[in-house]
């Protein structure tokens, strides 16, 4: 999925991963274990979880993005997902 065509929240998240911070949620920035196995398979700690806020929503919601790599701030790729974890779609510039 190409990142324009994302929804204007995700497309700030998105920014917020590569410029390191700051995230809303305490939660962003933790370890994704890939539990659900639809990404491809890695080493523990290679994911990490980012929440991207959905409108009118007084829980951070079901929406994601999920990168990979060994440097958070420059991710190797992510992942977009709107239904927390049953699917995923790969962000491309």
């Known amino acids: 999925m190409h990142l324009a ?3 204007p929240e995700a497309r700030v998240t998105e920014q917020q991963i590569r410029s390191g911070g700051p995230f809303p949620y305490s ?4 370890v994704f274990g890939n539990r659900e ?3 491809p398979a890695n080493e ?5 979880e ?3 806020k959905t409108p009118g929503a007084s829980d951070r919601g079901a929406r994601r993005i999920v990168c990979g790599g060994r440097q ?3 991710p190797d790729t992510c992942y977009y997902t709107n239904d927390h974890y049953a699917s995923f779609a790969r962000i491309v510039k």
């Open 5 to 7: 065509a994302l929804p």
């Open 27 to 30: 939660k962003d920035g933790s």
């Open 37 to 39: 196995r639809l990404l």
């Open 44 to 48: 523990r700690g290679y994911y990490r």
């Open 50 to 52: 980012y929440t991207v």
């Open 72 to 74: 958070p701030a420059v």
